[in-house]
């Protein structure tokens, strides 16, 4: 098997950590094990060898290959144009970019996956693949499973940060982007065999504490017998002490005397922060669970202990400057500075983010580290890494490893255009909005009457398959950055690019192969698929890009890319199931593997995305 050398960045670090070394290390991989899965990547190869033998003197040009929307192929090779101006002015045989296409398709090595080449306009190189290897590869996915098309990625440890709710605050519709958009991310880099540390940076430590624990104290004398009935409902005993706290001098200065003795490790204080924070975790715990999100919590309070060593570190590098009574690191490009400690000599966000940050690189080892977090952090984030590339933790280069990202999201707006809230201006709170998810999509079932056809158990479990999809595909399928309105009766449809739309198609491909009476597992071992009508071809080359377009996914962190992909897939199916009979016809066994195949690459998509399919509706 064919061996490449690949670069990648890597950091080594001694000591306490910060004095990193950036090098490139070659790591041997198989070309064939790096490219499976990803038609781009492998059409990319031999283009490479095209041009080694092209332009031999050009050595330094990567094959600019990429999926053809015009009707002239499959995939189109662009470096005729950008070759030409280097090879102008030199000694050469071509006289335009057309004359470099054709050199170019001349001298691209026989494959077994190319049909046919052609040339046109100024150089593009135009490539159909054979249908015979796309429908070999489609079987080969059905035999071997669908862990074969997945992304060969760099990069083999990240840290992903997302949800990050405040303690003894209710998870409100907030918190929805951040949990879902985090949960996708974090889905698509383990399929892409990448060890990922999903993190829950709750906030845990503050000064909100000593104000709930001295009215804690206060209402609850007899608070540590009492048990979670002391505190009661967390989000009106959270309203009830800010109040106090905004009305009652008195009181609020025995709670910012409660945040040092809290600080201060006094037992009474930490047994009292440690019942609040467990009432907030049950509950958190709970919408997790409703929405399959795992996670595990590294909250504010973790990374407390480690931030006065970094901050030392940090002043023996001559970061750390005095500002107007605060310890402060100036960044390029700004103005204010990075507040690393306030004037009371307290520490806040971007202190714990440090910590955080040196905790990631240096204990666990992280390569790439994601924060999940709305757009309006944006700038905390760009001064924070800058001040990370300051102290040498990252290197300047933004693409190379150890790196990070700031995976900012737009806000969900109800139909007046504004924060979506309750009609009391409330925040929705996120359990009752999957609540009534859940109510509407059983709703619409029941008065399909599939009451009557399924058993209760099956009924709730697909409303909440349904209702709960419907939800995070209407905010999955939007560009992140976006702003989106929240309307239940859009995302509830089941026509259009809707979750409901996609389980419906996904049942009856299930449907299909159901009523055929065929062993689909047989099928797979004695049959073999052919692609002679166009929207099987079609719907074949679709399902072979779901490898490359996870890829895009994972690399640009945008969790839509997906979604598009998978609303294709179903209009690409919908096309093919009207023009091509399957159950029947003298291509049954193909058009069947073909539906299966086109099912198993639908589950995987709604698993990527915290989908649960469902195989009737």
Not at 3 to 10: D, E, L, N, W
Not at 96 to 111: I, R
Not at 187 to 192: A, D, G, V
Not at 328 to 347: A, T
Request: proline share 3%; aromatic share 10%; with cysteine.
């Amino acid at each position: 098997m064919a061996s490449v050398s690949k670069p990648r960045f890597c950091h080594f670090s001694s000591g306490f950590g910060f004095e990193n070394v950036f090098v490139t290390v070659w790591l041997s991989i198989s070309q064939d094990q790096e490219n499976i899965g990803n038609v781009r990547k492998q059409l990319a190869k031999l283009f490479e060898t095209s041009l080694r033998t092209t332009v031999p003197e050009e050595s330094d040009v990567e094959p600019l290959v990429a999926a053809c929307t015009a009707k002239f192929g499959d995939y189109q090779c662009n470096n005729a144009m950008s070759l030409w101006p280097r090879i102008k002015g030199k000694k050469t045989e071509f006289r335009g970019p057309p004359a470099v296409g054709q050199a170019l398709m001349k001298n691209l090595p026989s494959s077994e996956m190319v049909e046919a080449c052609s040339v046109a306009g100024p150089g593009f190189v135009n490539v159909t693949l054979s249908k015979n290897w796309i429908a070999k590869n489609i079987q080969k996915m059905l035999i071997d499973g669908i862990e074969t098309c997945a992304p060969g990625l760099s990069v083999k440890r990240v840290v992903v940060d997302f949800s990050s709710p405040n303690i003894a605050k209710e998870m409100h519709v907030g918190h929805l982007r951040s949990t879902i958009i985090g949960d996708t991310l974090a889905r698509m880099l383990e399929f892409s065999n990448v060890e990922v540390l999903r993190r829950n940076h709750v906030g845990d430590w503050g000064t909100q504490f000593g104000m709930l624990i001295e009215f804690l104290f206060e209402k609850f004398p007899d608070w540590e017998n009492a048990g979670d009935t002391a505190i009661g409902d967390l989000q009106a005993f959270y309203k009830a002490s800010k109040q106090k706290f905004d009305e009652d001098p008195v009181f609020k200065e025995r709670a910012q005397k409660a945040v040092v003795r809290l600080q201060g490790g006094e037992p009474r204080y930490r047994s009292a922060w440690t019942q609040i924070c467990d009432i907030s975790r049950r509950e958190f715990d709970g919408v997790y669970q409703r929405l399959g999100v795992s996670l595990e919590e590294k909250g504010e309070s973790f990374y407390n202990p480690y931030i006065p060593s970094v901050l030392e570190k940090l002043s023996e590098l001559g970061l750390v400057e005095e500002s107007e009574g605060a310890h402060v690191i100036f960044v390029e490009g700004f103005e204010r500075p990075v507040i690393v400690v306030k004037k009371d000599g307290g520490y806040n966000y971007a202190s714990t983010d440090l910590a955080a940050l040196w905790y990631r690189l240096n204990i666990e080892k992280a390569e790439w580290i994601i924060y999940v977090t709305d757009v309006g952090q944006s700038e905390h984030f760009q001064m924070f890494f800058k001040a990370a590339k300051r102290a040498g933790w990252l290197p300047d280069d933004d693409k190379a490893y150890p790196r990070t990202n700031h995976v900012g999201f737009g806000l969900v707006l109800g139909e007046d255009g504004k924060r979506f809230r309750t009609r009391s201006t409330e925040v929705v709170r996120l359990a009752d909005l999957l609540d009534e998810a859940k109510a509407r999509s059983k709703a619409a079932l029941i008065e399909r009457g599939k009451d009557k056809e399924w058993s209760e158990e099956d009924l709730d479990k697909i409303a909440e398959a349904v209702g709960y999809g419907a939800v995070k595909y209407a905010d999955l399928k939007n560009n992140r950055t976006t702003n989106y309105t929240f309307n239940f009766d859009q995302m509830l449809n089941d026509k259009g690019n809707t979750a409901v739309y996609l389980l419906y198609a996904h049942a009856r491909m299930c449907s299909i192969i159901r009523k055929s009476g065929k062993d689909i597992e047989e099928l797979k071992k004695t049959g073999s698929i052919a692609l002679n009508h166009p929207d099987e071809r079609a719907l074949g080359l679709h399902l072979l890009q779901f490898g490359e377009t996870v890829e895009e996914a994972c690399t640009n962190l945008l969790p839509n890319v997906l979604c598009e992909y998978l609303y294709n897939l179903s209009e690409n199916f919908t096309k093919f199931y009207s023009n091509c009979q399957v159950v029947g016809s003298a291509e049954e066994t193909s058009r069947l593997l073909l539906c299966e195949a086109t099912a198993v690459v639908m589950r995987k998509c709604f698993h990527l995305l915290g989908i649960v399919p469902v195989h009737k509706l």
